[in-house]
Nanobody, 123 residues
Framework: QVQLVESGGGLVQAGDSLRLACAASGRTFSSYGMGWFRQAPGKEREFVATINSIGSTYYADSVKGRFTISRDNAKNTVYLQMNSLKPWDTAVYYC?????????????????WGQGTQVTVSS
């Protein structure tokens, strides 16, 4: 069983930056594909970014060039650096993990989820 705990959310102004962190339990983290998703009020959960076990990344078009996903396998942690935040980035951000070396853009392909962290961007 893998447990994921997100941190780093908060209230910021448009144009600011935030870094989210997702700490994972378990000794096999380095072989997991990881992802970040978000859900705004009244909307479906949407893909943000994913990283595979060797560090290859993929982003949603809406965040490409502004967000960066990374991982530190020694610390069992995956990060989401968010720059140039926009009001429409406001959402609960979720970390997700899957026991495969590849990442995925589909939420249904992840087995483990964190509790979420709120990010609010004011205009």
């Amino acid at each position: 069983q893998v447990q994921l705990v997100e941190s780093g959310g908060g209230l910021v102004q448009a144009g600011d930056s935030l870094r989210l962190a997702c700490a994972a339990s378990g000794r096999t983290f380095s072989s997991y594909g990881m992802g970040w998703f978000r859900q705004a009020p009244g909307k479906e959960r949407e893909f943000v970014a994913t990283i595979n076990s060797i560090g290859s990344t993929y982003y949603a078009d809406s965040v490409k060039g502004r967000f960066t996903i990374s991982r530190d396998n020694a610390k069992n942690t995956v990060y989401l650096q968010m720059n140039s935040l926009k009001p429409w980035d406001t959402a609960v951000y979720y970390c997700a993990g899957r026991p495969y070396i590849s990442g995925s853009t589909y939420s249904r392909e992840y087995d483990y989820w964190g509790q979420g962290t709120q990010v609010t961007v004011s205009s």
